[in-house]
Each structure stands twice: as C-alpha cells, then as structure tokens.
C-alpha cells in the first residue's frame, strides 16, 4: 500500500531554515509529480511546491518562491523541501502528497517559526 511519511520539522526562530523529507513507498515513485502541502491553523491545506518525475521542473506557492525548494532522489524515493528564511506565517503542518489513481497523504510534520 502506499505510504508517505514526512520528517524533520521542528520549531526554528524567524530567518531559519528547516529540511522536511517525505520518504515514499507502494507505488513507483519515478513515474509521479510529488507535490508538498501545508495547512495552518484555521486555514484551508494549500499547495507549496510541487516536483515532475525528473526533478527537471518544479512550481511554488508565489510566497514561498526563491525561499523554498523542492528536490528529490528517485534512487532513494525520497522527496525534500529546504525551506529557508522562515516566516511566522510559514508556521504549519506540512504534508507530501501523490496523486496515484487517487490523492495520498503522508501523516504531516508541524513546523512551528517563532521567537
């Protein structure tokens, strides 16, 4: 079956940065957009960044651009998002997702940006 299952989030101060992986199984990663989602409290999930097969291409939430990336290793199915220059209003769960004949979500890791 598959499975996403999301890492590496944390509390960090304003300006910081934090890596999330998403390490997938169930499915052949290789072949599939890998896309990542937040959800702040009170606010409906929206879409940060999503990745193509290759990597060779990659779009973001327009308040996200040139502060996060999105990246991804096939060999290991893994996929990140380095996020850098944290805002408070990046605070959030953060969700990978597949959409593999239906949509799949990974459990969240809570990524908390305060002093």
């Known amino acids: 079956q598959v499975q996403l299952v999301e890492s590496g989030g944390g509390l960090v101060q304003p300006g910081g940065s934090l890596r999330l992986s998403c390490a997938a199984s169930?499915?052949?990663?290789?072949?599939?957009?890998m896309t990542w989602y937040r959800q702040a409290p009170g606010k409906e999930r929206e879409l940060v960044a999503t990745?193509?097969?290759?990597?060779?291409?990659?779009g973001y939430l327009g308040s996200v651009k040139g502060r996060f990336t999105i990246s991804r290793d096939n060999a290991k199915k893994t996929v990140y998002l380095q996020m850098n220059n944290l805002k408070p209003e990046d605070t959030a769960v953060y969700y990978c997702?597949?959409?593999?004949?239906?949509?799949?979500w990974g459990q969240g890791t809570q990524v908390t940006v305060s002093s």
């Open positions: 990745i193509t097969t290759t990597g060779s291409s990659t």
């Open positions: 997702s597949v959409h593999y004949y239906r949509t799949y």
């Open positions: 169930g499915f052949p990663f290789s072949s599939y957009y």
